[in-house]
């Protein structure tokens, strides 16, 4: 299971790729997807976050259309320029059912200390040695919630956990499981816990979990929301004893929009707040998505990481992929090598604002403070 942002980076570096082999046309292919993909960013998100993700899909469409117009010099069925198809992934994203083993693991996720700390205390641990766990009285397997800003590493701390345990993970969000016809959502849903629990061992993670679980009223207006809860809760309920072990993790931006009953002891027994990442993170960040790409020495990546305070790390992540781009629509241009400048990168910070605000940090300081204490 890949993010859309996962995914554009790996359109935009095929395109890269493809460029430097002058194979134009296949570049054109990978510089369209990553506008797909940017426009569906774009719908996921709004106000000043949504128009970045829009213009940067525009700039991917133009960047397109100069490449069609450039005749490419190489044989596009040739196998070493076939082998750097980025896939062929789309914006569908992969089906829920289909479980995977990460290839991430702790060390992989810049800075979350805490975060990291406490998900190894919690997930890993009983799940790497449940005869140690048993005889202190700790269950393996259980409920992990993990909520914060969008953007901050929720969905890779997952993966990580999945990943130090090499066991089979599982992934849905709202929008896979959701059917308009009555009674598929709950189904759906169910069909998905009993499966993962099926495994010796599995890791699952529902993301955006406030769409899958919200709060339930009696005033007959959401009934589909008060039939997932009582799945959820009947299919969870308290972990029912068995020789297989499944962490279930959630993840949500929006904390206060979950029914209550989830919160309640044998669901998410365990919640972890994971806010923006500090100056160390975000040149982690910087670094692991700038990869290979040259820099001329106006390039000061810790200057940068720390001009970006308050970032997420998708935000980080958005800058620099920006900056490539940058870079790549001036060397198609100029017919030159693409290397990435200062420039770049103080162009891509104007485009690209800091989605996390004061406001909604201080929203999730009440919820903690009026939820948990």
Known sequence: MKSMVEIKAGHENACAEFVKARDYARAAVEAA????CGYALASRTSGAVAEAHTRDAEGWVA?????????????????????????GETAGGDEWLVAEKPDVTFDDIAGMAEAKRVSQEMGVYPMQSPEKARALGISAGGGVLVYGPPGTGKTMLGKAVAGVLACPFYYASGADLRSKWYGESEQRLSRLIRTAQAQPMAVLFLDEIEALLPKRRDDGSSGADNRMVTQFLADVGGFRET???????????KPWEIDEAVFRTGRFDEKIYIGPPDVEARAGIFKKHLGEAACDASVDAAALATAMEGFSGSDVAAVVHTAKRLALERAVRENAEAVLTGEDFAAARTRVPCSITAAMLEEFKKFKRQRFG
Do not use: F, H
């Open 33 to 36: 997807r990553a506008a797909e």
């Open 63 to 87: 960047l397109a259309a100069e490449l069609k117009k450039r005749p490419s010099t190489v044989d596009s069925q040739s196998p070493s320029v076939a082998g750097r198809e980025s896939g």
């Open 243 to 253: 020789k297989n072990v499944l962490l279930i993790l959630g993840a949500t931006n």
